[in-house]
């Protein structure tokens, strides 16, 4: 059974601070991948970034940064100098290997993000 | 950029009524999903549906509901008598291929009302 662990409910900076959501996730699968997503105030799922399990390099894109650890099962999502655009709800979620393609989510982490 | 579209954005039934949420996935792409999210909670699987039967199912996917694609290019839900528990979010998705490429496109959401 896959399981993902998002254990902050709610973190709430002021902008430009930097703030980590963390990520831990449960699989028995070998290969697995990774995902997060943003949901904004206005409901729809957004697409940040996708991680296979066998690729442990981490990845920058502008202010977003993802941090995977495969010895500590977690996948970490830091925004640098966050900005109120940022405040939303991020999701992290898991696809297991094989023929099982469904994604599992975690409850998610509501960030707000104040001027 | 290509989007999964789905209508309407908010719908309000009685108890006991039956209704369909409709999807439009991305064109070329053959996996499609359905995901609920009760308001606050995370994202749930409830099907996924690969040519012209469903793949797999989670435990919530009851006989109450039903996937359908009646034409190259929609993709139904259909609750057959909503309960106040059926109220949610309904998301629909799509993937190219098995979703770890390209991973998972998701729709902006049905929001469902039982009253």
């Known amino acids: 059974a896959q399981k993902v662990t998002q254990a902050q409910t709610e973190i709430s900076v002021v902008e430009k601070e930097d703030v980590t959501l963390d990520c831990v996730y449960e699989?028995?699968?070998?290969?697995?991948?990774l995902f997060w997503y943003k949901q904004p105030p206005s409901g729809e799922l957004v697409f940040l970034i996708r991680?296979?399990?066998?690729?442990?390099q981490n990845e920058i894109s502008g202010r977003y940064s993802w941090n995977f650890q495969k010895s500590t099962s977690s996948f970490n999502f830091t925004i640098t100098a966050s900005q109120v655009v940022d405040s939303a709800v991020y999701f992290c979620?898991?696809?297991?290997?094989?023929?099982?393609?469904?994604?599992?989510f975690g409850k998610g982490t509501l960030l707000t993000v104040n001027p | 950029e290509p989007e999964v579209t789905q209508t309407p954005s908010h719908q309000v039934t009685q108890m006991g009524q039956e209704v369909i949420l409709r999807c439009v996935p991305i064109?070329?792409?053959?996996?499609f999903y359905w995901y609920r999210q009760i308001l606050g909670q995370k994202v749930e699987f409830l099907v996924s549906f690969y040519n012209n039967e469903i793949s797999e199912k989670s435990e919530i996917f009851d006989d109450q509901f039903s996937v359908e694609r009646p034409d190259g290019s929609n993709f139904t839900l259909k609750i057959r008598s909503t309960k106040l528990e059926d109220s949610a979010m309904y998301f629909c998705?799509?993937?190219?291929?098995?979703?770890?490429?390209?991973?998972?496109?998701f729709g902006s959401g049905t929001r469902l009302t039982v009253v």
């Open positions: 998705a799509s993937s190219d291929g098995t979703g770890v490429v390209y991973g998972y496109t």
């Open positions: 064109s070329n792409h053959l996996y």
């Open positions: 991680r296979n399990s066998f690729d442990e």
């Open positions: 699989t028995r699968d070998t290969t697995y991948y």
């Open positions: 979620a898991l696809r297991g290997g094989g023929s099982n393609y469904k994604l599992t």
